[in-house]
């Protein structure tokens, strides 16, 4: 039986490209060094440090607080895995071997799969993930309209300035019928910016100082109106294991083209908040827990309860447990943190916001 031929030197790269020029999510976000030690491993533990706010300086304090309480210094420990493992098995009927003419037939199925089928299923899960697992999911049951949908972007865009999200590197998602009632909207036709800058691959314009990308109504998640998501919130992992060909195989006439390839999209726990997701009719933001500032026990509805008690996200944080009764020691103060997370399968529940609370445990309460 002939050798097979290892295309993956040859094709890695174009491959890639394809991606790049045809993908409308993964080339605006985060390909940075957590992204590049991806291409090599499955897995890459993140470690980042747990900020304080600052304390006021004073004289009078006891000593040894005079630059207030002392805290630990934390991590903030997070594990990034790829799950998604793609691969596709095609067959060229009558390519005895692997002459000019049977590469460049390879090369036409490699490229129209990674087309048709690689760059829309990739985009479809890499929106779902930002969609569901974003830092900010906010609920609006009014439909966008003409007259509405500049106020509630701006709205968006009001709350990530807030949240000291910069404004640079961030880029507006929206499906086909809401990028159509922004180009129509009253607003939008005073403030012109749509077309007057060099676009990117997959761009359509700018507005409110964001680059949009208009997403077709196959790779759109049900039920969310828009994304808002910062290059550093969200980071995008992937490798190419291997493409190869084999030439006239056992009962096969022809040659045979196999592909693997693995990605992932990933939501950076301390950049979260510069993931705006706006759901609107049709979906629900589950309602963030209540966390007993007594005894801890969380009580929270409609999905799995998850909780940290080292101040960490616990929808991020590799220290998250699930569960509502956290374990603290009697007569420590720790923060709990706590978010009801919505069925993986459900398309159109939304995980809910994060509580927090300062618990002290007593005896007899969620103590140890």
């Given amino acids: 039986m002939p050798e097979p031929i290892n295309l993956h030197e040859r094709w890695s790269k174009r491959i890639e490209k394809e991606y790049r020029e045809n993908g409308l999510v993964f080339p605006h976000l985060n390909q940075g ?7 090599g491993v499955k897995t890459v533990m993140v470690s980042q440090l747990i900020t304080v706010p600052y304390s006021d300086y004073s004289l009078s304090a006891t000593p040894g607080t005079r630059y207030g309480e002392v805290s630990e210094v934390g991590d ?3 594990e990034f895995t790829m799950t998604q493992q ?7 009927e009558g390519v005895t071997n692997m002459d000019q003419q049977g590469l460049k037939s390879a090369a036409r199925v490699i490229q129209s799969q990674i087309r048709e089928q690689g760059v829309p299923s990739r985009d479809k899960y890499a929106l779902s993930v930002l969609a569901h697992k974003g830092g900010m999911i906010v609920s609006n049951a009014t439909a966008l309209s003409k007259s509405n ?11 990530l300035n807030d949240k000291e999200v910069p404004s640079d590197g961030r880029t507006l998602y929206v499906p086909a019928n809401v990028y159509k009632l922004i180009r129509t909207s009253d607003q939008f036709m005073q403030i012109e910016q749509m077309g007057n800058t060099a676009l990117r691959k997959g761009q359509v314009g700018r507005l409110d100082n964001m680059a949009v990308v208009e997403i077709p109504a196959s790779r759109w998640p049900a039920s969310v109106n828009f994304i808002i998501v910062h290059k550093d919130a969200a980071i995008a992992g992937k490798k ?12 096969y006439y022809g040659t045979v083209i196999q592909h693997l390839e693995y990605y992932d999209v990933f939501v950076n726990g301390p950049k979260a908040v510069g993931i705006y997701v706006e759901v609107g009719a049709g979906g629900t933001v589950l309602a963030a827990p209540t966390i007993n500032a007594t005894t801890g026990v969380i009580t929270g509805t409609g999905g799995t309860v998850w909780h940290t008690v080292d101040g960490s996200d616990p929808r991020y944080s590799r220290s998250a447990v699930p569960g509502a009764a956290p374990v603290i020691p009697i007569g420590q103060t720790v923060t709990v943190r706590a978010y009801v997370q919505a069925a993986a399968a459900s398309d159109t529940t939304f995980s809910s916001a994060v509580a927090t609370a300062q618990v002290t445990a007593a005896a007899g309460g969620g103590g140890d």
């Fill in 86 to 92: 793609k691969s596709f098995n095609r067959f060229i």
């Fill in 149 to 159: 949908v500049i106020d509630r972007i701006t709205d968006a865009t009001a709350t």
């Fill in 76 to 78: 903030y420990v997070q």
């Fill in 240 to 251: 190419i294991d291997h493409t190869t060909a084999h030439t006239n195989p056992l009962d």
């Fill in 33 to 39: 060094a957590v992204a590049s030690e991806l291409q």
